[in-house]
């Protein structure tokens, strides 16, 4: 059987983006969230949950296109 075994869940790649506001109301989407921008060039980031960069999890990178900024979080398959 093949292994198929990532980093240890909870391994966190990249730095952390730039909380800019928290519980913050949204003009795009009308609920509240933290709005965070990319620490590399303080464009604002997307979020997305998968297998972005290799691996599983949580992930966020940079809305500008010149910026390689990719921040994700390690998540156990079974959660």
């Keep these: 059987m093949l292994d198929f075994a990532g980093p240890e869940p909870g391994t966190e790649t990249g730095e952390r983006p730039v909380l800019v506001a928290e519980n913050a109301p949204c003009d795009e989407c009308g609920s509240n969230h933290d709005i965070e921008v990319c620490p590399k060039c303080g464009s604002f980031i997307t979020l997305g949950f998968g297998l972005m960069g290799g691996g599983y999890g949580e992930y966020k ?5 010149a910026c390689d900024w990719l921040w994700k979080r390690e998540t156990d398959r079974e959660e």
């Design 61 to 65: 990178f940079c809305n500008n296109e």
